[in-house]
């Protein structure tokens, strides 16, 4: 499908917002593709870290905000230490999640997984569903 | 009787070691006429040369073979070492064993002795034979010429002339200053083109040691290095027939410039026929009058001030299916620029950039382009686009942003095209007139793209600014500053030495039928109808023997590689060798 490329949306509130909590500006990256290079996390996403920066550079933070890329991003910060520009996309990538969580999107119920689940699950998918959790209350 | 004397050089282990050089230099001892023969690590060091040095002397050496590299590599040095002794450097000839030889043929080490051997027996054969040749001496005029005043033509002038040289300047526009006239403002500091270009043509005009010809052009060259005779015809401006006048001079500049691929070359960008798809240079136009009247920039259809505008890189550039196959240089830093004072210009307005690379090869230019597209808001999409059309009164755009996968519409006010450089109309021409070669995509040719890069194909004629190769003003200026520099050195001399290694001409066997005129691509040939014979201008000749290959009653040969010579050359190898094939070694 072809996208509309629209004036008015690149720079919007919402971009603004996400670069304004994470404290970065996406227009400093040059889309040399380091970070998704580095990233041991792509194989689950549905974007590459660094057309979550692409998207965000051109107005389209919808699709941005339908991926699934934050949610797998483990923040182990592979990407921020190779970036040459000096991005941290880590925290543009939390950035993301915190603006969903407070809109109650993409919450979790720890509670509603069933115990044998729990015991199995890793212990780093442990502690990003934690920090979700917390960042409830 | 001669007394050669043959030095056969090791080269460490890239000659001596498939070659067995110690059998070699004793089978040549035994070679009539041969009075030295020896071989040494090293030849071309000083020690080598002392030994060469030392035969010639102690020995009284008529002719000399060194067996050793390409005479690409020594040929210079050994008739050097020979001279500083006092024999003729012409009497020294190369025998090629390390590339012909050695190198091709490591593992048979039987055959390329036996091969080593022949080459340096037919080389004997031919160094017999050479005469004792004297350097060409031809004089020195001291005076310029430079076709086109642009940036590039004005600098090289003016360098010339502040060294003392009366140069010549020939332009076929009325006002001198070229491209640099139709720009605003200048990457990356925004300095006004004007404030580059007016104090340099303002010099130009005044200066004492310039003869300044403008709506004129070059109409006929003759002569050569040293010794040029331009013929300029000048438009009086009233209709009437040109003037034309004729110049005596050393060395000719070619700074004939560029000009943009035409925009009705790409149809699918509705180039030419959509009012608001334009050119680099017409928007420089565009930024320029919004300068000049502190109002935004507007379009050319309805003068309405633009809002969003795309400027579409390599228009015709990188394209070898369709237009250009090479990168234009001076699109990517433009572009940015252009999008850039747009920004300032119109305040909210919105500037795309569709690219497949940036590219800033120029001092401070990637600083310059990533604060512009970090701090000024201006949007890249990688993908070149596919279609533009008018819908209503704005332009629609087909295009992909390759770095997301996404394939993307967008509405413009204004496109415009940074069209690829070509070089500016008539150098057809002016290469023909001034025998100056230019390449498959008619950019005047240098000699050598890393060692000689403003000298063209002819000796005297010299390359400066865009007509070589696309570039930016601060290249432009360089190379416009070396090619000054090289006239320099040649007018540091009062007579110039050449090679005399040209051709001659057997009046007794001429017939003067003429071959051999068009055949010579130097035009160093001319009938003397008086004298019944075909002369050589040697000091036009290179030497590079089609006359001699063309010329039906054999009266034309090369000087020192006559048929004689080459024939017996050949005789060695064909007695020697026989049928034996020996040039598959691997």
Not at chain 2, 28 to 37: D, F, G, I
């Given at each position: 499908?072809?996208?509309?490329?629209?004036?008015?949306?690149?720079?919007?509130?919402?971009?603004?917002?996400?670069?304004?909590?994470?404290?970065?500006?996406?227009?400093?990256?040059?889309?040399?593709?380091?970070?998704?290079?580095?990233?041991?996390?792509?194989?689950?996403?549905?974007?590459?870290?660094?057309?979550?920066?692409?998207?965000?550079?051109?107005?389209?933070?919808?699709k941005v905000f339908a991926a699934n890329t934050p949610w797998i991003c483990a923040s182990c910060l592979q990407c921020m230490t190779v970036c040459p520009k000096g991005v941290d996309l880590a925290r543009l990538m939390e950035a993301i999640r915190m603006l969903q969580l407070r809109k109650g999107q993409n919450q979790i119920e720890i509670r509603a997984f069933d115990r044998a689940y729990l015991e199995r699950a890793p212990q780093i998918a442990m502690i990003s569903a934690y920090r979700?959790?917390?960042?409830?209350? | 009787?001669?007394?050669?004397?043959?030095?056969?050089?090791?080269?460490?282990?890239?000659?001596?070691?498939?070659?067995?050089?110690?059998?070699?230099?004793?089978?040549?001892?035994?070679?009539?006429?041969?009075?030295?023969?020896?071989?040494?690590?090293?030849?071309?060091?000083?020690?080598?040369?002392?030994?060469?040095?030392?035969?010639?002397?102690?020995?009284?050496?008529?002719?000399?073979?060194?067996?050793?590299?390409?005479?690409?590599?020594?040929?210079?040095?050994?008739?050097?070492?020979?001279?500083?002794?006092?024999?003729?450097?012409?009497?020294?000839?190369?025998?090629?064993?390390?590339?012909?030889?050695?190198?091709?043929?490591?593992?048979?080490?039987?055959?390329?002795?036996?091969?080593?051997?022949?080459?340096?027996?037919?080389?004997?054969?031919?160094?017999?034979?050479?005469?004792?040749?004297?350097?060409?001496?031809?004089?020195?005029?001291?005076?310029?010429?430079?076709?086109?005043?642009?940036?590039?033509?004005?600098?090289?002038?003016?360098?010339?002339?502040?060294?003392?040289?009366?140069?010549?300047?020939?332009?076929?526009?009325?006002?001198?200053?070229?491209?640099?006239?139709?720009?605003?403002?200048?990457?990356?500091?925004?300095?006004?083109?004007?404030?580059?270009?007016?104090?340099?043509?303002?010099?130009?005009?005044?200066?004492?040691?310039?003869?300044?010809?403008?709506?004129?052009?070059?109409?006929?060259?003759?002569?050569?290095?040293?010794?040029?005779?331009?013929?300029?015809?000048?438009?009086?401006?009233?209709?009437?027939?040109?003037?034309?006048?004729?110049?005596?001079?050393?060395?000719?500049?070619?700074?004939?410039?560029?000009?943009?691929?035409?925009?009705?070359?790409?149809?699918?960008?509705?180039?030419?026929?959509?009012?608001?798809?334009?050119?680099?240079?017409?928007?420089?136009?565009?930024?320029?009058?919004?300068?000049?009247?502190?109002?935004?920039?507007?379009?050319?259809?309805?003068?309405?001030?633009?809002?969003?505008?795309?400027?579409?890189?390599?228009?015709?550039?990188?394209?070898?299916?369709?237009?250009?196959?090479?990168?234009?240089?001076?699109?990517?830093?433009?572009?940015?620029?252009?999008?850039?004072?747009?920004?300032?210009?119109?305040?909210?307005?919105?500037?795309?950039?569709?690219?497949?690379?940036?590219?800033?090869?120029?001092?401070?230019?990637?600083?310059?382009?990533?604060?512009?597209?970090?701090?000024?808001?201006?949007?890249?999409?990688?993908?070149?686009?596919?279609?533009?059309?008018?819908?209503?009164?704005?332009?629609?755009?087909?295009?992909?942003?390759?770095?997301?996968?996404?394939?993307?519409?967008?509405?413009?006010?204004?496109?415009?095209?940074?069209?690829?450089?070509?070089?500016?109309?008539?150098?057809?021409?002016?290469?023909?007139?001034?025998?100056?070669?230019?390449?498959?995509?008619?950019?005047?040719?240098?000699?050598?793209?890393?060692?000689?890069?403003?000298?063209?194909?002819?000796?005297?004629?010299?390359?400066?600014?865009?007509?070589?190769?696309?570039?930016?003003?601060?290249?432009?200026?360089?190379?416009?500053?070396?090619?000054?520099?090289?006239?320099?050195?040649?007018?540091?001399?009062?007579?110039?030495?050449?090679?005399?290694?040209?051709?001659?001409?057997?009046?007794?066997?001429?017939?003067?039928?003429?071959?051999?005129?068009?055949?010579?691509?130097?035009?160093?040939?001319?009938?003397?109808?008086?004298?019944?014979?075909?002369?050589?201008?040697?000091?036009?000749?290179?030497?590079?023997?089609?006359?001699?290959?063309?010329?039906?009653?054999?009266?034309?040969?090369?000087?020192?590689?006559?048929?004689?010579?080459?024939?017996?050359?050949?005789?060695?190898?064909?007695?020697?060798?026989?049928?034996?094939?020996?040039?598959?070694?691997?």
């Open positions: 499908m072809r996208v509309k490329l629209d004036g008015d949306r690149v720079r919007n509130d919402r971009i603004r917002k996400v670069e304004e909590i994470a404290d970065q500006s996406v227009y400093r990256c040059y889309q040399c593709g380091k970070c998704s290079a580095a990233c041991p996390a792509t194989p689950e996403m549905d974007m590459l870290p660094s057309q979550v920066i692409r998207y965000l550079q051109l107005g389209m933070d919808d979700k959790f917390l960042s409830l209350s | 009787m001669n007394r050669i004397g043959v030095f056969l050089c090791w080269c460490g282990s890239n000659i001596a070691g498939t070659v067995d050089v110690h059998r070699v230099i004793e089978e040549v001892r035994k070679l009539p006429e041969v009075a030295h023969a020896e071989n040494y690590m090293y030849m071309c060091s000083d020690p080598g040369q002392d030994l060469v040095k030392a035969a010639i002397r102690d020995k009284n050496l008529t002719n000399l073979v060194v067996a050793s590299c390409s005479p690409r590599m020594h040929e210079n040095t050994f008739r050097k070492a020979a001279a500083s002794v006092g024999l003729n450097p012409y009497l020294v000839e190369i025998a090629n064993v390390r590339e012909q030889c050695s190198w091709v043929h490591q593992q048979q080490k039987d055959v390329a002795t036996r091969k080593a051997y022949n080459i340096i027996k037919a080389t004997i054969e031919k160094v017999k034979r050479n005469a004792a040749l004297e350097a060409i001496r031809v004089p020195v005029t001291k005076r310029a010429l430079v076709v086109g005043a642009g940036i590039a033509g004005i600098t090289a002038a003016l360098d010339l002339a502040d060294a003392g040289f009366e140069t010549v300047v020939v332009e076929r526009e009325a006002e001198i200053g070229g491209k640099l006239r139709r720009i605003s403002r200048t990457f990356p500091y925004h300095e006004p083109a004007d404030a580059i270009l007016a104090p340099r043509a303002e010099a130009l005009r005044d200066h004492p040691n310039v003869t300044l010809y403008t709506s004129s052009e070059v109409t006929a060259v003759g002569g050569y290095v040293g010794n040029f005779d331009v013929e300029v015809a000048t438009d009086p401006g009233d209709g009437g027939p040109p003037e034309t006048r004729t110049e005596k001079v050393g060395a000719i500049v070619v700074s004939t410039g560029y000009d943009l691929y035409p925009v009705e070359n790409l149809g699918e960008y509705g180039g030419g026929r959509l009012p608001d798809v334009i050119d680099g240079l017409a928007f420089e136009g565009l930024l320029a009058d919004s300068f000049r009247n502190g109002e935004p920039v507007r379009r050319p259809s309805d003068g309405r001030p633009v809002r969003d505008v795309v400027f579409i890189q390599c228009s015709g550039s990188r394209d070898p299916e369709n237009h250009k196959p090479y990168c234009s240089r001076i699109c990517c830093l433009y572009t940015n620029k252009q999008a850039r004072l747009l920004r300032d210009r119109n305040p909210g307005c919105r500037a795309w950039v569709s690219f497949m690379d940036v590219r800033t090869d120029c001092k401070n230019t990637e600083e310059y382009c990533q604060q512009n597209i970090e701090e000024r808001g201006i949007v890249y999409v990688r993908g070149r686009v596919s279609r533009v059309w008018q819908e209503g009164d704005r332009l629609r755009l087909w295009t992909a942003d390759t770095l997301t996968g996404e394939k993307i519409e967008l509405d413009a006010d204004l496109v415009v095209l940074a069209t690829a450089v070509v070089p500016a109309a008539g150098y057809a021409e002016v290469s023909s007139l001034l025998r100056a070669g230019v390449d498959a995509n008619g950019f005047f040719q240098e000699s050598h793209i890393k060692l000689r890069p403003v000298e063209s194909s002819t000796r005297g004629v010299y390359l400066a600014g865009a007509g070589q190769y696309p570039k930016d003003i601060t290249d432009t200026v360089a190379q416009a500053q070396a090619t000054a520099s090289k006239i320099q050195s040649l007018f540091a001399n009062e007579e110039l030495a050449q090679d005399p290694l040209v051709c001659r001409v057997d009046p007794d066997l001429c017939s003067a039928c003429g071959i051999c005129v068009p055949i010579c691509p130097y035009g160093a040939r001319e009938v003397d109808a008086l004298a019944g014979f075909s002369r050589v201008n040697e000091a036009l000749c290179e030497g590079c023997g089609a006359c001699v290959a063309a010329c039906p009653n054999k009266a034309c040969q090369l000087k020192n590689d006559s048929m004689v010579q080459v024939v017996g050359e050949i005789e060695v190898f064909a007695a020697e060798e026989g049928e034996e094939d020996y040039t598959c070694a691997c």
